[in-house]
């Protein structure tokens, strides 16, 4: 009696889980499903090529934001994942255990937490005031800001799974520790810490909200990098609001392109992830 | 193998370094001085009232000049005041002229404010079958923004249309979130009109406002108003024509109901003396068929300016802006600038120097 | 400075100082961030003090100040989704830790990781285009038809609102919940499993004994997590909450949220004051998630052992 009482409850927890599950997996395909939907329609030779049309007419594309995004992640990805990682060696390396290296990495996990509008407020304080322009440096500099933490942790762990036995080789050869570190121990790393990296990249290429005080956006070709510039999410978040219906399905449309990057980063990082696994 | 992802890391590294360096370069206040040959590119911001004309007029401009790139992000009025006042962009746009404090804020020395184009103002509003131009005196106008009529069957409104039955319906306030100078216009407005609203919410770029859903842009409160049942909303006469949206009769001074056109904006404008500085309201114009809800769009430029390449090309582009550019304006229903107001302008423009030196010739 | 040690330390000093001064940078970089939004924030601090808080006005013509309008917002929208992700990022954990074979558990943890790997606009479009008409014709009615007696669900439905946010928030943290669940579960030792079954414990007795009571608090840290995500985001709570200033009792009403009336109106504060209000409310946001964080952290390294990465895409 009690016994099936008890399995019955077993059953019923067990299938909430289940629903909970199955449930979870809505939205992910009510999105996408839409994205994919409304957005293959509008997607053409023109949406990849030409520069968006003055509002109210339609046509035109999203060429300038496509390149603007991946310049925006290039200049993300340069400042922030050398910083990450050079942080993340001393945290294996030089200082695995003392408060300096808990505190770096307590701040570090805070830091993922920090609302990106915030950076956004920091950056344009600190970097389109006092240049006098808002530029694509500047929109680079946030989503760098953003990356950073993520690189940290998850070089971190990727040089944590270096076997000890290897420093220890080089030592033994006589090869000076920073050498060891550089030739040695990140070589063994590479596949991991460049996993971490481009899923860092991956989320700042969706990031909109820093990117509104400091790239600004931009209808046309930037000349420079110390010009406002385009970017697919900005240009999403402008057509989305919009009253037109050819910018609601170019928002779609670039939602789609937005997401098949993010997912082809990621995607490409967890190949990666898979074929090291073994070590 | 391992010695060969050791000088891949190592060149990362090495350019990580490199690039370091000229990161702390660009930072610094860049060149303005630098002769940039051909390309040009100006960055403005600010009025969305005024970026359908400003759009087309860019477009059309750099089809002539394809060594001139005109960036124009719609953000709002308040942002263009500040942007400008910041000196972050090139120039700005605004449809509420800037106050004596604002212009003493502004970082780069003497502002001036060019008239741009001028239009009407639509009250827009989303009611399913109901007919175009439906009667809503400014009284029962203020009275919904107050939120002391909440449904679209109100005898206030019912009275004004005689004949017609409206549905029972809950009114959906809309406006704007963000600093806008179509709000100012419209508060402006309100507080002319009534004067519970001059005492609980005043006028200018940002209300409190007592009700309603905010969008932040003239398009996104376009969108609001199409996507939303029983919603009413002001916006700008193009976004509501190229949108399909239903406008509203609004009784003017003279007590006729006028329709948001290029005309009756026209008529309002012509009823009021534009002083030197070119700051004037016109909102609530007396005259038959001035239409009591428009307003000038202004451009924002500084009357020194620090880099001549791009001074000249802003110049350049603003003097075919208030000429040949006007002949854009009727097609989307902005009124064409007065032409005496125009050459006002053009001698406005010519006082605009680098180092001393007048741009415009 | 140690100039009796071989030749190549030149090498090690450079690199191990180069380190120390990306590792530091990180501790400097929040510190910074902090002081920045301090500093110009201090007029509004000035001006209005404690007031700032409590003040449910928001008026830039009357140059009146408060925050509360956006700390509300931003709380019951954020509490919203958490009651609804909360159990189900819970559920997913819990399935595909103890439940689930190993190739559905691969491909449905992809799956959710998906969900954390969609754009914050990408939400917001979805949001405006689909999500509000859903509520505003066919979901808030039937709420209101039903526990209309709840102030909570009374009003006219408008699709824009609390509930909206709250709704796209939930989606957008469920990932993070889930994962982070997961991971602390994955870290009670199998010890602990084995020792449930072997009493003659059910599955979900064994999770509820073994599994869930080791890692409570870790999940909880999960969930705190979740919660400082939900506060802070920005784009989809700006694109679907209908930017009102308001307290208003009933979750179809339209709210705003601190993130999004910053990103409406930081650009365009015409006058200090008013910029430097934002930067208060900007300043009130970092306070809180810095302290959720950290508590949060915490949590999960007391159960995960050690500082671990939780991080998704």
Redesign the interface.
């Known amino acids: 009696m009690k016994g099936r009482l ?2 019955y ?2 059953a019923m ?2 299938g ?6 199955l ?3 809505v ?2 395909f ?3 499903g ?2 994919v939907k409304n957005g293959i329609s509008a997607l053409n030779f023109d949406f990849f090529t030409s520069l968006p ?5 339609s046509g035109g594309g999203m060429a300038n934001a496509i390149v603007g995004t991946l310049i925006l992640i290039g200049i993300a990805g ?2 922030g ?7 993340a ?3 294996t ?3 695995r255990v003392s408060w ?23 950056v ?11 530029s694509a ?1 500047a929109g680079g ?1 946030a989503l760098a ?1 953003i990356m ?3 690189v ?3 070089t ?2 990727m040089l944590k799974l270096v076997p000890q036995t290897i420093r220890e080789a080089g030592y033994a050869l006589g090869i ?4 060891t ?4 121990v ?3 790393a ?1 596949k991991g810490i460049l996993t971490g990296a481009m ?1 860092a990249v ?2 700042a ?5 820093p990117l ?2 400091t790239a ?8 420079s ?4 510039i385009a970017a697919l ?1 900005l240009q ?3 057509y ?5 219906k050819d910018w ?1 399905s170019q ?2 449309a670039g ?1 789609l392109v ?2 098949l990057l ?2 082809i980063l ?1 995607f490409i990082a967890r190949l990666a992830f898979r074929s090291r696994k073994n070590f | 193998m391992i010695s060969k992802k050791g000088k891949l890391l190592t060149g990362v590294l090495a350019g990580f370094l490199a690039l370091s360096l000229v990161g702390c370069g660009t930072t610094a206040p860049s060149n303005p001085n630098a002769p940039t040959a051909q390309a040009v590119t100006l960055t403005g911001a600010g009025s969305t009232f005024m970026q359908p004309l400003l759009a087309q007029q860019i477009a059309e401009y750099s089809k002539q000049n394809a060594n001139v790139t005109i960036n124009y992000q719609g953000v709002g009025s308040g942002a263009g005041i500040k942007q400008v006042s910041d000196k972050t962009i090139d120039f700005g746009g605004t449809d509420a002229f800037m106050s004596d404090e604002q212009l003493a804020g502004a970082k780069g020395g003497k502002i001036l404010q060019l008239p741009m184009t001028l239009g009407a103002e639509a009250i827009s509003y989303n009611i399913p079958n109901a007919p175009n131009e439906l009667k809503i005196a400014p009284t029962t106008l203020a009275d919904i923004y107050l939120g002391k009529i909440t449904n679209w069957n109100d005898p206030a409104i019912a009275a004004d249309n005689p004949g017609l039955t409206l549905p029972n319906l809950k009114i959906s306030v809309t406006h704007r979130s963000d600093g806008s100078g179509t709000t100012s216009i419209f508060t402006h407005f309100l507080s002319a009109i009534s004067p519970e609203w001059d005492s609980k919410v005043g006028k200018g770029t940002s209300v409190n406002w007592p009700v309603g859903v905010g969008g932040k842009g003239n398009a996104s409160v376009a969108g609001l108003v199409q996507q939303t049942p029983g919603a009413i909303g002001y916006i700008e006469l193009a976004y509501a024509l190229q949108n399909n949206l239903h406008h509203a009769l609004i009784k003017n001074k003279d007590g006729n109901w006028v329709a948001p056109s290029l005309d009756s904006a026209s008529a309002a404008a012509a009823a009021f003396q534009v002083p030197d500085d070119m700051r004037v309201n016109i909102v609530n114009a007396p005259g038959a068929k001035a239409y009591p809800i428009a307003g000038f769009s202004w451009a924002l430029v500084y009357q020194q300016q620090s880099d001549k390449a791009k001074g000249t090309a802003l110049l350049n582009f603003l003097n075919w802006a208030i000429h040949d550019g006007q002949s854009l304006a009727p097609a989307m229903q902005y009124a064409p600038l007065p032409t005496n107001l125009v050459s006002r302008e053009e001698a406005m423009l010519k006082t605009v120097t680098y180092q001393g030196q007048p741009l415009l010739k | 400075m140690k100039q009796n040690r071989v030749k190549e330390s030149i090498g090690d000093t450079i690199l191990r100082l180069l380190t120390l001064l990306m590792a530091v940078s990180v501790v400097g970089l929040i510190i910074w961030v902090g002081w920045q939004m301090f500093a110009s924030a201090q007029e509004s601090i000035h001006t209005f003090g404690w007031s700032f808080v409590t003040n449910r006005v928001w008026d830039p013509v009357k140059q009146n100040f408060g925050a509360l309008p956006f700390i509300y917002g931003t709380i019951v929208t954020s509490v919203l989704a958490l009651v609804i992700a909360g159990p189900i990022g819970l559920g997913v954990a819990i399935f595909l830790n103890e439940m689930a074979p190993a190739k559905v558990r691969s491909v449905i943890s992809f799956l959710v990781e998906l969900l954390a790997a969609i754009p914050s606009v990408v939400y917001g479009l979805w949001g405006i285009f689909v999500l509000a008409p859903l509520l505003r014709d066919h979901v808030e009615p039937w709420l209101a038809k039903w526990f209309g007696f709840l102030p909570l669900f009374q009003g006219s439905p408008m699709g824009l609102g609390m509930l909206a946010g709250g709704l796209i928030l939930a989606i957008m943290i469920l990932p993070t919940i889930a994962a982070i669940s997961r991971e602390v579960m994955a870290a009670v030792p199998d010890s602990q499993r084995e020792a449930a079954l072997a009493l003659g414990a059910t599955k979900w007795e064994m999770v509820r004994i073994a599994v869930l009571a080791y890692a409570k608090s870790g999940i909880l840290g999960g969930v705190i997590l979740g919660l400082g995500r939900a506060l802070g985001e920005t784009m989809a709570v700006t694109m679907v909450i209908g930017n009102r200033p308001d307290i208003l009792p009933s979750v179809f009403a339209p709210a705003y949220s601190m993130a999004a009336v910053i990103a409406n109106e930081f650009t365009e504060a015409t006058y200090n004051l008013y910029l430097s209000s934002l930067v208060e409310i900007g300043l009130i946001l970092f306070g809180i998630t810095l302290v959720l964080n950290a508590f949060a952290r915490l949590l999960v390294w007391s159960v995960a052992r050690g500082p671990k990465g939780g991080h998704l895409v």
Do not use: C
């Open positions: 008890r399995k409850r077993n927890m067990l909430i889980f289940l629903l909970f599950t449930l979870a997996l939205p992910l009510g999105v996408l839409y994205v049309k003055p509002m109210g007419v340069l400042l994942i050398p910083t990450g990682i050079l942080a060696i001393y945290l390396e030089y200082d300096l290296s808990t505190a770096v990495r307590f701040t570090t996990d805070v830091l993922t937490g920090i609302p990106s509008i915030i950076i956004g407020i920091v344009y304080t600190a970097l389109v005031v006092k240049a006098g322009n808002f440096f500099v800001i950073v933490p993520l940290i942790r998850s971190e762990e000076p520790r920073w050498r570190i550089l030739r040695i990140l070589p063994t590479a899923l991956a989320r290429a969706g990031e909109t909200a509104l005080f600004l956006g931009n209808q046309y070709w930037s000349h990098l110390n010009e406002p999410p999403i978040y402008q989305a609001t919009s009253p037109y609601h928002a779609w939602s937005l997401i993010v997912v990621s």
